[in-house]
């Protein structure tokens, strides 16, 4: 299901997700990397793409598509709950 140019964000510090980015067009020569996120962290997905792309790939990289959507799925409780995800595509101009 996953593959290897996607980044999950999540809690660990947001340098690090930006590094993990970084990483994908530098030494592994990938073409894209998707940024995914769900929930609160979706705000950072998107910063952790703008940094990457404005800062640090400056001129290689640019926002390819974004694709935003919903998981429904059950909670501790047993509640149905739904989560808003997006996922930031980044490629090589």
Same mark, same amino acid.
């Given at each position: 299901?996953?593959?290897?140019?996607?980044?999950?964000?999540?809690?660990?510090?947001?340098?690090?997700?930006?590094? =993990?980015? !970084?990483?994908?067009?530098?030494? +592994?020569?990938?073409?894209?990397?998707?940024?995914?996120?769900? %929930? *609160?962290? /979706?705000?950072?997905?998107?910063?952790?793409?703008?940094?990457?792309?404005?800062?640090?790939?400056? =001129?290689? !990289?640019?926002?390819?598509?974004? +694709?935003?959507?919903?998981?429904?799925?059950?909670?501790?409780? %047993? *509640?149905? /709950?739904?989560?808003?995800?997006?996922?930031?595509?980044?490629?090589?101009?």
């Amino acid at each position: 299901m996953s593959d290897d140019n996607s980044i999950f964000i999540g809690n660990k510090p947001f340098m690090n997700y930006v590094t =993990g980015v !970084v990483m994908q067009f530098t030494t +592994k020569n990938a073409g894209s990397v998707i940024v995914k996120a769900r %929930g *609160k962290f /979706i705000s950072r997905a998107v910063d952790v793409s703008e940094v990457a792309a404005k800062r640090f790939l400056q =001129g290689a !990289v640019d926002v390819k598509d974004i +694709k935003v959507d919903s998981e429904e799925f059950q909670n501790n409780e %047993g *509640k149905q /709950i739904r989560v808003s995800t997006i996922e930031i595509t980044l490629g090589r101009k």
